[in-house]
């Protein structure tokens, strides 16, 4: 779905919604952000450094205009009796600190227990590669894709794991290099049960 405007989170106070700057003016920013740490945005080797970073925001940032809902919709019934765990492990997590807007880098473990449909496994990595083309933080996407295979294919349960690495803790502030942050989220017989809660952290090579 197009963004003409950007809208608050959900657990931010409701405002009018803000409106989308224009390229132009997106550009004008980062020229302001280079003078702003001490450059001249009119040297040659950065005359186009604005276009080259409004670029890759798209690219970055690509997770706003699009719906995972979307690609969970389509569902598959006929699984032959299959009644275990559909899981993805080492999903590629590319995003950025909603804090300090700098990148964090991991991978993801995404399962479900089916009820009766199962979907394309395709579109689970989609779903994480969606939330994490956005602002987040590392807790928030957790619980964001936990909630959208949950509400969109109601299985009896729905695990989530993320093991990334924060550049804003390891090039600024503290500077420790190579600490990772893993966080969970559980739903159904994944936080009910600890025996298959602890199988799925042993196939993600985390139990």
């Excluded at 919604?17 to 001249?40: C, F, H, M, N, Q």
């Excluded at 997770?63 to 590629?92: A, C």
């Excluded at 090039?171 to 809660?197: E, M, N, P, W, Y």
Aim: hydrophobic share 40%; net charge negative; charged share 30%.
């Amino acid at each position: 779905m197009a963004m003409d405007a950007i809208t608050p989170k959900k657990d931010m106070p409701r405002t009018d919604p803000v409106k989308r700057p224009s390229v132009e003016e997106a550009e004008e920013a980062v020229r302001t952000l280079i003078a702003w740490a001490g450059d001249d945005p009119r040297r040659e080797g950065l005359l186009d450094t604005p276009k080259r970073v409004v670029n890759a925001y798209k690219e970055w940032f690509s997770g706003y205009e699009e719906d995972p809902v979307k690609y969970l919709s389509r569902t598959f019934e006929d699984v032959q009796g299959y009644d275990d765990i559909v899981m993805l492990r080492n999903i590629e997590v590319e995003s950025h600190c909603e804090h300090h807007m700098a990148p964090f880098l991991g991978k993801a473990y995404v399962a479900y227990m089916p009820s009766e449909a199962v979907v394309g496994i395709s579109k689970l990595a989609r779903v994480v590669e969606i939330f994490s083309k956005r602002l987040q933080t590392q807790e928030t996407m957790t619980a964001q894709i936990c909630d959208a295979i949950t509400e969109s294919l109601a299985p009896m349960g729905t695990a989530v794991l993320i093991d990334a690495v924060h550049e804003c803790m390891s090039t600024r502030g503290v500077h420790h290099k190579d600490v990772s942050t893993i966080t969970t989220q559980f739903t159904g017989v994944f936080k009910s049960d600890a025996d298959l809660r602890n199988r799925f952290l042993r196939m993600a090579n985390h139990g």
